[in-house]
């Protein structure tokens, strides 16, 4: 047996489990055998565990990695120990790959190249069999600088026989040439010691680790490598790395409801961490290594621990006196000629803590400041507003009587925000001082109206009302770095009744920001009430935001209002007006959705009408106008030069509830324009030409596109054209769907949500 | 991976020249390679030559070419080297990317190869590699460079720093796939309909072939093969893309045949040429934008 593979698993985490078996098995060598280390029953007779290799399970106490390791590595029977944890993943040749390397010998510590992502197997699978290409990894979950561009090549062993007869190749070239790999040992022993330092897809020699009696620290929640991994390292001579990635570790993308084990809030993980330091430096017998050691340990408190301590974060170290007690006992068994490798600053801050066990707490925070300002002054100048905003302004006293209103990150006047400033405006003249965030460039503001001012979002006075206003109101995200000061109050208006999934009801690819869903979360908590426009919004919103229905206010979007009005005709007519509409058109709004996967290049979208805009001129120009609202990404793409007075391109109108009042019926897809368009109770249409294409998306919906919609599912233009024809057929053919939707997600909808909102949110600042 | 090797002369052709580009093509000992020579109109092989080329198998004006799934077609100049494992390399690359385009990086022409190999070497070093990193013998050399060999997977495609690299008639691997029949196999618009069609291009990093620069060693057929490109057939966003790149190659044209590269009459046609395109520069300091405001022949005075 060449390979004993060591994976440690909790309970909970035995679904993904059946995903690494899956992995395993598509091994191109299967000379290995797989321990598993799972307090708890394995059903081995089951279909989904039968394999041509050796797999064991093996309970452990105490219930920690470091036992559960251990309890592992007294089954193998192996050459080799390979460490694998449960949720990350091999790349089919990675055994293959390390087996043809002729250089692992057992004083040699093998590394499979770990590789980050946030891209789980399944979906690492499926990609696979949509492409050709044969070295295909996952999306890159690391450091965007870090990210691997060059990739090595494997030289089939022909080559040789290019070069002239006599010409004798050093067998370790040669075989190093048809299977790539990276080698340090002697002086660069200790280089790349953080990647070193880390079990996951290490290939360990299993005589080794027996001969030496080296183990896991079992007693220890977290850190049970560091012992185990420094021994291992000062026992082997060289390490061995395989040129391309083989070992796919997973991040997880949900720390909330997943986390890692470093992701874990545990208040006393620095206690722990040097703990396990003083335990593994403790037992190093070799110099180099020990200083290696140390300058590793002093690296890592350079970069993490001040931020840890400084006063102006929020601190989650627990006993403080006694950390600064550990860490001065710490450092004396440093080696003194490590504290050369770190920065002249943070090197006296160190010293002092040698020299006494007390927090230089000034000079931590100046060395955190610094930092801070560094980054500024490396984006030239990029971020000192920001700066400021933590630095001063949350410091000023919070001013009552200041409401902070931002619409979609500043880009136009509209959606909730905008009708509760009309309606503050209108019934409570004076009470309040408005500031509204807008982006340069946005030509309807409401700057010049009474008691409002308008700011740049990302500006100097955005960040002085930002930490100064008594109250936010705002339809998407506040900024990560937002600091909810005491006595302010936030309100979150969203900006739609959910029709895709969102936040913790993603699956771990979807998600652009791998940290999205933490961030989120915060962010959300950071919401004192949260508008909803129906029951089902409430419901979704209960488990993808993870947010408490308790604080969110039952009362229709106040964006909707409008749709209610009793003058609601008369404003049509005045925004027809405004757009230069003949008032004697009827008026079909077209408001597709933004398709992410048709584009050129990076920011460059494609942008092609599917909708046969010139037959719907010949066959209905007489009677219609067509008004296009399309994505902000895509308004600029658009050319209807061609198509005369019958289209109006409204993609950068502000406010799409008047386009709504303004329309006699609607062309939609998958947006969720159909939500509040069905306030109007007029026709809708779904025109989704690429339906069958869209079929994996469809599953990432919360409604039923068959079953659940108020309008017929159109694939053609001749369809389009047929309906448009004769929309009485289609609203008699949709009456009883539309009542049944109207009631599940209109039922609020009366023209006073704004009312409520405002009541419930201001309450007593209204009056007092 | 079938190879077929489209040869075409530089100017008049070169039958010593030739000869060596055939030896280094067979020494590679790959057996799937076809040999096409693209004669111009106004050049014919002796008898003796065809009776050459019939023993090389080298085929003369061939317009049939190989389709199946893993054949390759590559355009070189009869100047042009193959250094020694090129096909294999390539042949690995094509296995891991079977439908891409391949872009070759290539050593020079002016100064002897084993000085640009060694400094190649020294500006690499093989670090945590078992290579022999101050090779003294010229295979250890090989051995050296092979070791270095690698590829990226380049999605900047419209970036016009490396167009230049891309957009070559020569030194570029297509596969059979990406061939459009409606452009000549060595031509720009070949290779601008594939970079439209794809999403990436292969860069293989370390030099296998040895190839003369086209703008250097005959200015007025680069021209030619610039001005060929049919620019209503690009797509929207290609167009102006390759305005830039042509501007920029102009300019380039401009800069190297002002070197005394080619003679006195072939600078000033090459000026009125130029001018003659009415090609707007990307800046008007340059070579091109101050020729928009001469006549050629003061021009010529003024750069050659």
Known sequence: MKYSLITPCKPAEFPQLLSLKKNLDRQTSHDFEWIIALNGQIDFSQPEWQADYTIQQVEHTPET?????????????????????????????????????????????????????????????????????????????????REPKNRSLNLPPELLDQLPAQIDVDPETANWLSHRYFYIDGDQRWDLFNRQLKIAGKVIDRRLVEEHHLQFAEDRELYPDFHFMTQAMGLTTGYLRLSEPSYIRVKHNDPINQPAVHQLTVPDRWQQRIAAWQEALADLKDPSLHLAFSAYTLQRLHRFFYQALATSTPTEVDDVPALIEQLHDYLQMVEPAAFKTVPHFSRRILHKLRRQAQVPQTAINVIVRLRQLNRVIHHHGRGVTRLAYGWWFTKMPVKPRTILYESFLGRNF??????????????????????????????????????????????????????????????????????????????????GTPLKHLVFDMDNVASANPLYKEIFYEQSRQWDY??????????????????PVKQMLPSGYPRNDILSAPDRDEQAKQIKIKLGIPLDKKIILYAPTWRDDDYYGVGDYKFTLKLDIDRLRR?????????????????????????????????????????????????????????????????ILYFVYDYEKYGSVLRGFYLNMEKDLPGPLLKTNDDVLAALHDLPAVTKDYAAAYQRFSERFNNWEDGHATQRVVDAFFDEDLTN | MQLFINIVPQTHLNWAALTTLIGEINSQGFASTQLNLQLPSDQTLSVDQASTAATWSLMINQSELPSTTESYYLTLRETDHVLPGAFLQWEQVSKRHPDSLISLATFADRTPLDDQITTYLANYPAEGTPLNTQPKTADERWIALWGLQSYSVQ???????????????????????????????????????????????????????????????????????????????????????????MSNQLNTLLGVAGRRHVSASHHRQLLTRIKDLNTDPTH?????????????????????
Do not use: C
């Open chain 2, 155 to 245: 999605s900047n495609l419209q970036s016009q720093a490396q167009l230049a690299q891309r957009l070559r008639p020569t030194g570029i691997l297509i596969p059979a796939a990406l061939y459009d029949a409606q452009w000549p196999l060595a031509s720009l618009s070949q290779i601008l309909s594939g970079l439209q069609k794809e999403n990436d291009v292969i860069r293989l990093h370390v030099p296998t072939v040895q190839t003369r620069d086209w703008p250097e060693v005959t200015p007025l057929a680069w021209l030619d093969e610039l001005e060929a490109v049919d620019t209503s057939t690009l797509d929207v966003q290609w167009a102006p893309i390759y305005a830039d790149f």
């Open chain 1, 414 to 495: 509209s959606d909730s925000p905008k009708a509760i400033y009309n309606y503050l405006q209108a019934n409570y003249p004076g009470r309040f001082k408005h500031v509204w965030i807008m982006n340069p460039g946005v030509e309807e503001t409401p700057a010049g109206q009474p008691n409002t001012i308008v700011v740049k979002r990302f500006g100097w006075r955005y960040m002085y009302y930002l930490a100064t206003a008594k109250f936010q109101v705002i339809n998407m995200r506040q900024p990560k770095w937002f600091v909810k000061r005491p006595g302010t109050k936030f309100l979150a208006t969203w900006h």
């Open chain 2, 284 to 304: 008007w300091w340059t070579r091109l934008g101050l020729l928009q405001l001469l006549s050629p022949q003061m021009a010529h005075q003024l750069f050659y």
């Open chain 1, 619 to 683: 066959e209905l120009g007489d009677e219609y106008v067509l008004v296009l609202r399309t994505h902000y990404f895509i308004t600029e793409h658009l050319d209807t030069t061609g198509f005369g007075d019958f289209v109006y391109n409204e993609s950068s109108y502000d406010d799409i509830s008047e386009l709504y009042l303004i329309a006699d019926v609607l062309i939609t897809d998958y947006s969720s324009v159909f939500f509040d368009y069905a306030i109007l109770k007029r026709p």
């Open chain 1, 65 to 145: 990695l470091g036992a559960a390791r251990n309890a592992a590595m007294t089954l193998a029977t192996g050459e080799w120990l390979v460490f694998v944890d449960s949720d990350d993943y091999l790349l089919p040749n990675a055994l293959a790959d390390m087996d043809a390397i002729d250089r692992l010998q057992p004083n040699i510590m093998g590394d499979l190249n770990q590789f980050p992502t946030y891209e789980p197997h399944s979906s690492f699978t499926n990609s696979l069999e949509q492409t050709t290409v044969h070295d295909s990894l996952p999306k890159w979950g690391g450091p965007k600088k």
């Open chain 1, 530 to 547: 949260l508008v909803t426009a129906n029951q089902f919004s409430v419901d979704v919103f209960e488990h993808a935001f993870m947010y």
